[in-house]
């Protein structure tokens, strides 16, 4: 009775902060978001239209779930900044509450099933830290990657509004509002924050910064110096594009000759724990020897220090840096 007491608790508890960190608004608070922004739409305030511009720019307020995840988590500055290299609507309070609903989840199911219950809470929490940070990887990862299959593109856009007359400023509007996807949401913010006073090297360096490319740093100071030193912004940028899009052919080119080696290893890299996994679920008993005997513990962990080892270098055999 009491293992079914627990799960019930546990996964109204998960159920609840799940629904906290995800559920939308409420209808009186969107009503007077509403009423604020129509307010300073209309607002005749040079301080009040300034003051709109920039809360569009940097986002909503902060909720109290943020608040309590900024107090709890560490470095919250880089979880934010991470956060918003997704280009979702993420917050650190909704992190937060999955990172702890995926450990109680997590650490709840591993103890009924007859695991140790510390090992189950070291378990428990480090797929709750480490499943969101990888969703967050991944979600910054593909963006990243839209964003430099479509660079080069906004690039030539930009060119070919220098050579009709248009100044770089209006360029990167126009950029802004025809490119669709990654690539026109940072045009458009580095536009706004123009805006708003923001010089043209501080708005670009501030997207740099969170977008982390080598390709958009290199765009930043090809920018710079042209500004400092002079000449022909457009064929200098028409350059550009063309070494980016050599760069990203080179990529794609790595990538398709060591998929292979890849491939196999991830294969054999996952292969002991899949085997572990059936084993533990066709006899749990037999398995939990293996977190018992002294022995057995030994060795587990010398096979996941070298298996560690060979994925590093494995990883360091097939990244180039181009």
Do not use: C
């Given at each position: ?61 902060q909720t109290k779930a943020d608040k ?74 593909k963006r990243v990657a839209r964003f ?175």
């Open positions: 009775m009491l293992p079914l007491m627990l799960i019930a608790v546990g996964g109204l508890v998960t159920l609840g902060m799940i629904l906290f960190a995800f559920a939308g608004p409420s209808a009186q608070k969107a009503t007077n978001r509403r009423l604020i922004a129509v307010r300073e739409r209309h607002s005749t305030s040079a301080e009040g239209a300034m003051e709109a511009q920039m809360r569009r720019i940097t986002g909503r307020n309590a995840a900024m107090r709890l988590l560490p470095n919250t500055a880089e979880l934010q900044k991470r956060l918003n290299m997704t280009g979702k609507t993420w917050t650190v309070g909704q992190y937060g509450m999955v990172t702890l609903a995926l450990a109680i989840v997590v650490t709840l199911i591993l103890a009924l099933r007859g695991l140790p219950f510390l090992l189950a809470l070291f378990l428990g929490l480090a797929i709750g830290a480490g499943l969101p940070h990888m969703l967050v990887s991944r979600a910054i990862k430099t299959a479509k660079f080069p593109d906004a690039i030539e856009l930009l060119v070919r509004g220098l050579r009709s007359g248009l100044p770089i400023s209006e360029t990167m509007s126009v950029v802004g509002s025809e490119v669709e996807g990654p690539v026109g949401e940072e045009f458009r913010s580095v536009s706004d924050k123009m805006k708003i006073g923001r010089s043209m090297e501080v708005a670009l360096q501030e997207t740099a910064d969170r977008l982390g490319t080598p390709e958009f740093q290199f765009f930043v100071i090809t920018i710079a110096i042209q500004r400092e030193t002079g000449g022909n912004l457009a064929e200098t940028l028409q350059n550009l594009a063309s070494v980016l899009r050599s760069r990203m052919q080179m990529k794609l080119k790595i990538r398709a000759m060591s998929s292979e080696s890849k491939a196999s290893a991830y294969i054999i890299g996952a292969l002991p724990f899949i085997v572990f996994a059936l084993l533990w679920t066709i006899n749990g008993a037999y398995m939990a020897k293996f977190f018992v005997d002294p022995r057995l513990i030994v060795i587990g962990i010398g096979g996941l220090l070298w298996m560690s080892m060979g994925a590093f270098i494995m990883a360091k055999m097939v990244s180039f840096e181009i």
